[in-house]
């Protein structure tokens, strides 16, 4: 019941972004920054801290490329708190995904991953789907997503993602997400560079 109520919560936070972004976009007097690119938001180097609620923290390094637009290719290396035993729990992933402008200021993008997790006791392999929408208002990129993950060795999830971003000057932004990920629900804080 629990990933049920994630989910049908997030389908409505999702729901009222769709609804709302477009009267914000068109209420603002000035020019979005650099909005309609979607170049910034596919092309980054991050760094992040992720608290998870059941299993500690964890150091994340992501990056993402636009290739030939709309395709975009996307991996990350995730180093967990191997806590007092050490018993080494980490992951790494790629995706492959395509994106699809639903109005001028939102944009959809849907991809395919798959990837290996240590999960300190046991370790899988994975694959699996996801969504998210994008919006950009100014300085600020706000998204949220779905997806769905198999693990050969584990059973699947159901994983989401809300967050955003600050874009202090075109290149350097920081920002905060609250995912699912491999190890459970959490906070995360990251800085990346777009280009």
Do not use: C
């Given at each position: 019941?629990?990933?049920l109520?994630?989910?049908?919560?997030?389908?409505?936070?999702?729901?009222?972004?769709?609804a709302?972004?477009?009267?914000?976009?068109?209420s603002?007097?000035n020019?979005?920054?650099?909005?309609?690119?979607?170049?910034?938001?596919f092309?980054?180097?991050?760094?992040?801290v992720?608290?998870?609620?059941?299993?500690?923290?964890?150091?994340?390094?992501?990056?993402?490329?636009?290739?030939?637009?709309?395709?975009?290719?996307?991996?990350?290396?995730?180093?967990?708190?191997?806590?007092?035993?050490?018993?080494?729990?980490?992951?790494q992933g790629?995706?492959f995904?395509?994106?699809v402008?639903?109005?001028?200021n939102?944009?959809a993008?849907?991809?395919?991953?798959?990837?290996?997790?240590?999960?300190?006791?046991?370790?899988?392999?994975y694959?699996?789907?996801?969504?998210?929408?994008?919006?950009?208002?100014d300085?600020?990129?706000?998204?949220?997503?779905?997806?769905?993950?198999d693990?050969t060795?584990?059973?699947?999830?159901?994983?989401?993602?809300?967050g955003?971003?600050?874009?202090?000057?075109?290149?350097?932004?920081?920002?905060?997400?609250?995912?699912?990920?491999?190890?459970?629900?959490?906070?995360?804080?990251?800085?990346?560079?777009?280009?």
């Amino acid at each position: 019941m629990k990933t049920l109520s994630k989910v049908m919560s997030l389908s409505l936070v999702l729901t009222g972004m769709i609804a709302v972004t477009p009267a914000i976009a068109q209420s603002q007097d000035n020019t979005p920054f650099e909005a309609p690119k979607t170049r910034p938001a596919f092309n980054f180097l991050s760094v992040g801290v992720a608290d998870h609620d059941d299993s500690g923290d964890s150091l994340v390094v992501e990056g993402s490329y636009e290739f030939n637009s709309p395709w975009f290719i996307s991996g990350y290396l995730r180093d967990g708190d191997d806590g007092p035993f050490g018993n080494g729990r980490d992951a790494q992933g790629l995706k492959f995904g395509r994106y699809v402008w639903l109005n001028h200021n939102l944009v959809a993008d849907f991809s395919g991953r798959f990837g290996h997790v240590d999960f300190g006791q046991a370790d899988s392999a994975y694959w699996g789907v996801e969504g998210n929408l994008r919006t950009r208002i100014d300085r600020f990129e706000l998204y949220a997503g779905l997806g769905w993950v198999d693990y050969t060795d584990a059973g699947s999830d159901n994983q989401y993602q809300l967050g955003g971003r600050f874009y202090i000057t075109p290149e350097f932004a920081v920002g905060a997400r609250y995912q699912d990920s491999e190890f459970g629900d959490g906070l995360r804080l990251e800085a990346s560079y777009h280009f």
